[in-house]
């Protein structure tokens, strides 16, 4: 189940840009491979992926990459949190019971499907205000105007912040994922620790406000949660929710989604065509996306007892990386996988927000954000195309997730 396939390595910055064919090969000939360079194991196909989520006691989520690169997290990191901020928890997606528990629990009831419902006229009336003002006609850097801006303007929203700074909230959310990628220096991990303290402070005050002065927003409600007869979240958890859980997961994940989307439109006009002519099948579209190009790529899991997974004898503690990417695209659960499928059925089954215990407490919104923007910009739009003169799109390396640089569009009403 192990042979290398060929020289390559996921953790290469070129491989990462296009995966997938990469992806092919293990799957065809490895889908239980152990990397050389890290000793952590991929997996590529849809069956084992589902096994593994199946099992979340066997396969445990509590592993944090920041402490996978040699020699774990920096010491000048830890430095940075421990004596100017707070060390960060384990945030909902990357722990176990009994924190995960705790905090779903407490997240849970803030994104239920009436609450989606509820939000929906601000997501809407949020697309309209960014569109408002696009000539018929013009060319855009579609992530700075659009995919970033909107799921930010919302989560701000939500959690109870003003959405006027988003350069700021941007610095910040970007500070608490690159780490993550597994591919950023020293020098910008401990910048981005630094990012991270200066938004510990903002929110601390305004918990602190909240505690005072309560209102109907997020912020109250995490504010609420340090009292012992509710979560009793100590400061250290309520920050992680907040940045990590709340704005962090809240926009950067929906803010790749979008530009995917329309990344893919631009490079198939059968399909713009067809939603413009069947507005009815921008659902599955929508579901087409997160399966084709997934935003979070991989999560971490950890072998908490020996077992046997496709044959491969695996010991306690060791790691293996889900490949949501490959999975998402494996031929015998998706026929036809490379393309969109605007009859796929069930359109769903993806596992871009997972399955089980993990499964993304956002996904309703998310989904919310993405119909709401391809509707609109669908609905105006008879022809997206890649700017001329402009640079080919390009994804930011990362061993986690899926993020465009920039997105030059040339849209025709």
């Not at 060319?139 to 989560?155: K, R």
């Not at 950023?184 to 903002?202: D, K």
């Not at 009815?280 to 790529?297: D, K, Y």
């Not at 954000?369 to 022809?383: D, N, P």
């Amino acid at each position: 189940m192990s042979t290398e396939p060929d020289s390559q390595s996921l953790m290469s910055a070129e491989v990462q840009a296009c995966p997938y064919g990469y992806y092919r090969q293990l799957r065809e000939h490895a889908p239980l491979y152990r990397m050389p360079d890290t000793g952590f194991w991929l997996v590529t196909s849809f069956e084992l992926a589902r096994e593994i989520i199946r099992q979340p006691d066997l396969f445990a989520s509590g592993v944090s990459p920041m402490a996978l690169r040699p020699g774990g997290v920096p010491p000048a990191v830890i430095d940075v949190f421990a004596n100017e901020g707070w060390l960060p928890k384990a945030s909902c997606s990357t722990s176990d019971p009994p924190s995960h528990t705790r905090v779903r629990s407490f997240l849970e009831p803030l994104f239920t499907a009436k609450r989606v419902r509820d939000i929906t006229p601000l997501i809407e009336r949020t697309v309209g205000e960014l569109m408002k003002g696009w000539p018929d006609q013009h060319e855009v850097e579609f992530i700075a105007a659009f995919a970033h801006p909107l799921p930010m303007i919302v989560i701000a929203e939500l959690i109870g912040v003003p959405s006027d700074n988003l350069a700021r909230f941007k610095a910040w959310s970007d500070a608490i994922v690159e780490p993550f990628s597994m591919m950023v220096s020293e020098e910008r991990e401990v910048e981005c620790a630094r990012l991270v303290v200066e938004m510990q402070h903002y929110f601390k005050e305004l918990l602190e406000q909240r505690a005072r002065h309560p209102a109907d927003d997020l912020l109250t409600a995490v504010a609420a949660s340090a009292s012992p007869d509710q979560q009793g979240f100590d400061l250290a958890e309520q920050l992680t929710i907040l940045t990590i859980d709340l704005l962090a997961s809240g926009n950067e994940t929906t803010t790749a989604a979008i530009a995917s989307g329309l990344k893919l439109l631009a490079e198939d006009p059968a399909t713009l065509a067809a939603l413009r002519a069947e507005p009815a099948r921008l659902e599955t579209f929508c579901e087409e996306v997160l399966r084709l190009e997934s935003p979070a790529q991989g999560m971490f899991r950890r072998v908490t007892r020996d077992t046997v997974l496709g044959g491969q004898a695996l010991r306690e503690g060791e790691l293996i990386s889900l490949r949501f990417g490959a999975a998402n695209r494996d031929p015998e659960q998706f026929p036809d996988p490379d393309r969109i499928d605007l009859d796929r059925r069930p359109a769903g089954k993806h596992l871009a927000f997972g399955i089980g215990r993990h499964h993304c407490i956002g996904a309703q919104l998310a989904r919310q954000e993405l119909l709401s923007s391809f509707g609109r910009l669908v609905g105006r739009y008879r022809r997206i195309s890649m700017a001329p003169g402009r640079p080919a799109p390009e994804y930011q390396p990362s061993f986690f997730g899926r993020n465009l640089r920039e997105l030059y569009l040339f849209l025709e009403a």
